[in-house]
């Protein structure tokens, strides 16, 4: 091991190795502590994790002193310090305290409470609900998640009981599509069935558009406002007169109010005549 500190990032660094904040009442002890043990092996201070102090069959034992050796103690701790949340730092931290003593004390922890986990894991599973998330993809999501964390305290969902409960936690529009993957001679893998319901997910979403945009009022007539009704070929003046005049009855059209066209002109007309006679 090198003496070169300046080999080992800075503490804020960590957070892109180790994106996750441990914390107690959670399940994800596995995945941050292979994250964690990763990020020192690749900076060669994997040997901290395992010992208080310089290991005397280690072959870097000549190459580093006693103090490099607590400097670099130092900054495995920061590293661990920073992924923790402040509740699970301010139960494991104490003065003197290794790095290799805070992190059996964290594993120490996580083990004691996996049966406490499991049952709250075990819980939000079997009651995972697609009418719960925005989209399949998201539902997906979850359920493969909250298996991921079982397996990890010790309680392991096996394959076919993972799809069969994404089945179950479907609502009624995807009931043909549930019956089809009970109904099959052999289940099929989570990941197939997730695509199934993308795909069945995607033609709705589909038709669901063609619907509305066949539905859009831009598209229906609405006006109340009747045309003129245009006179059969054939059909004389007095006819076609009689037959549309309730057309415009009430509206102020031609043949109301001062008599329209027909009505209020013929006083002019009778006077003419008067006058003729």
Same mark, same amino acid.
């Given at each position: ?11 804020? %660094? ?33 040997? %901290? ?12 034992? =000549?190459? !580093? ?40 004390? !964290? ?61 179950? @936690? ?27 319901? !993308? ?17 859009? =009022? ?13 006179? =059969?070929? @054939? ?6 007169? %009689? ?9 102020? @059209?031609?043949?109301? @109010? ?20």
């Amino acid at each position: 091991m090198s003496s070169d500190l300046t080999k080992l990032q800075p503490v804020n %660094h960590i957070l892109h190795s180790v994106p996750i904040k441990l914390e107690l009442n959670t399940s994800e002890y596995n995945t941050w502590s292979e994250l964690f043990r990763i990020h020192c092996k690749a900076h060669d201070v994997l040997d %901290h994790l395992t010992s208080d102090t310089i290991p005397a069959t280690s072959s870097k034992a =000549p190459e !580093i002193t006693h103090e490099d050796w607590d400097r670099h103690d130092d900054i495995v701790l920061q590293w661990m310090y920073a992924t923790l949340s402040k509740e699970l730092l301010s139960t494991i931290m104490e003065s003197g305290l290794t790095a290799k003593k805070a992190w059996d004390r !964290i594993k120490n922890m996580f083990h004691d409470n996996k049966h406490t986990c499991a049952l709250a894991l075990e819980n939000k599973f079997t009651n995972c609900k697609l009418d719960d998330f925005p989209n399949v993809s998201a539902y997906c999501q979850e359920l493969k998640s909250l298996a991921d964390q079982l397996a990890d305290v010790d309680s392991k969902v096996e394959p076919h009981r993972l799809v069969l409960q994404l089945v179950d @936690g479907l609502n009624e529009n995807y009931s043909t599509l549930a019956t089809h993957i009970n109904q099959s001679e052999k289940l099929p893998t989570f990941y197939d069935a997730r695509s199934k319901l !993308i795909l069945e997910e995607t033609m709705k979403q589909r038709q669901a558009a063609l619907t509305n945009s066949s539905g859009s =009022p831009a598209l229906v007539a609405t006006s109340d406002t009747k045309e003129p009704q245009q006179r =059969p070929t @054939g059909t004389d003046n007095n006819s076609f007169r %009689h037959t549309n005049s309730s057309n415009y009855r009430g509206r102020g @059209g031609r043949n109301s @109010g001062r008599g329209g066209r027909f009505g209020g002109r013929g006083r002019g007309r009778s006077n003419w005549n008067g006058g003729q006679s």
